[in-house]
DNA sequence: GGATGTTATATAACGTGTTATAGATTAAAT
DNA sequence: ATTTAATCTATAACACGTTATATAACATCC
């Protein structure tokens, strides 16, 4: 048995650690979805919900919304218009902003999705964080908000820039 | 501004998030590497720490210790034997395995990323995770060991094999 | 009102993870 | 001993993020 190294290094590896821990939990909850038999990607979903809850957004907005860069934001769009979830027409003031709307399909998905689907996920992800010390999406939107502010390489000590 | 929905949403979307997180942290860390002047990639970096650890490794313990799959450690052993900073040969006793081994030059990285650049890092990201109510550290752990003993969709309600 | 700059989306090329599968070597079984 | 099964690494195909850049539409300035 080989020693988990990412593990052992502690803060040095937070990065791969977190990645590794989301990517663990995305793949458990593609299960969770497919073992509903729905035909989406997990990925998608947050698409989705930001469209649910804020009505028509372009492309930009949607990449602003789930915290991914536009070219990505476009080819998950792109995907959802294949599958019929989604629509997309040009905005009437703006021919270059194309706004993206739930089809009746997709309207379809998230309310089933709402009611069903999403609070078993949530409610796994709870089970498995409850017995937690302290409140980890308190410290993950601090960890965020942190970033923001000053990203690593402004708080590494060699360039005190004082 | 459009609200973020993957933070709004959650537990539902912690997967997302914390890869999220974990891809801008990684992010992070290589420019803290680029601006040391050093030709490696972060991701590259628990591969060396594991071999300088626990000594020359196959392709499967090293997998093993970064936790990612084989065909992974496959590709970026490869890379660092490209870049000359590891050595690949069979295994003596069995020809199927191959061992990985720092060379001179991977040991001189390792030696001094040790002394300058993993301290460097890790004290930013500590800096950045000081604040925190609780031991990030030790709850994420605590997730992946929870994973480990159950999956989300054995946690999910829907089953409930009693 | 035409040149110039800015903004929004699309596309290309790449990085790095995954799963599925092939090839080579070792172990086991008849 | 030869066949069969298991193990280890390599390769192919794909998923989904990134950066860099092209194209189209709008805004501005003379």
Redesign the interface.
Known sequence: ??????????????????????????A??Q??ID?AGLGIQ??Q??FL??ID??GP?TIG?LA?????TQPGATRTTGQLLELGYVDMQPAPDDQRRRLVSLTAKGQDLVDYSKKVI?P??????????G??????????????D??AVA???R?????EET
């Open positions: 048995m080989v020693e988990d190294v990412v593990r052992t290094l502690g803060f040095l590896c937070m990065g791969s650690r977190l990645r590794r821990i989301g990517e663990r939990l995305q458990d909850t299960q969770v073992e997990a990925g979903y947050p919900a930001a809850r804020a957004l907005e602003q919304a789930v915290g991914i999403w078993r996920i949530a409610a796994a992800v709870a089970d498995l964080c017995d937690l010390d302290g409140p980890i999406l308190e410290q993950l939107a601090a960890i965020e942190g970033l990203p690593l390489a708080r590494s000590p060699v360039k």
